[in-house]
Nanobody, 124 residues
Framework: QVQPVESGGGLVQAGGSLRLSCAAS????????MGWFRQAPGKEREFVAA????????NYADSVKGRFTVSRDNAKNAVYLQMNSVTPEDTAVYYC????WGEGSEHLSAYDYWGQGTQVTVSS
């Protein structure tokens, strides 16, 4: 199993950039698809982006396509979310999650392991 731990959140101005990191313990990290989800106050948790266990497929929510990029570095047991051109609507707690042998699903139920989240706040 893996235990994801997010970092890199903070306060950023609209139009700016931020890179989130997710470090996952465990020797089997490379066999997990990794997903990013977010939850804004009063809203349900929603899919943001994901990368397949092989790294050969990525998947994005329509709301972030062209602005966010997900990538992974198996040598470091890490996955990243590069966030560009952020807007106040991107304000949320961002979660990293792991799905064994996954292909980058957008469904929360596909993921078995979740981090505690990191807060991203975008000021206007």
């Amino acid at each position: 199993q893996v235990q994801p731990v997010e970092s890199g959140g903070g306060l950023v101005q609209a139009g700016g950039s931020l890179r989130l990191s997710c470090a996952a313990s465990g020797r089997t990290f490379s066999s997990y698809a990794m997903g990013w989800f977010r939850q804004a106050p009063g809203k349900e948790r929603e899919f943001v982006a994901a990368i397949a266990w092989s790294g050969g497929r990525t998947n994005y929510a329509d709301s972030v396509k062209g602005r966010f990029t997900v990538s992974r570095d198996n040598a470091k047991n890490a996955v990243y979310l590069q966030m560009n051109s952020v807007t106040p609507e991107d304000t949320a707690v961002y979660y990293c999650a792991a799905d064994r042998w996954g292909e980058g699903s957008e469904h929360l139920s596909a993921y078995d392991y979740w981090g505690q989240g990191t807060q991203v706040t975008v000021s206007s």
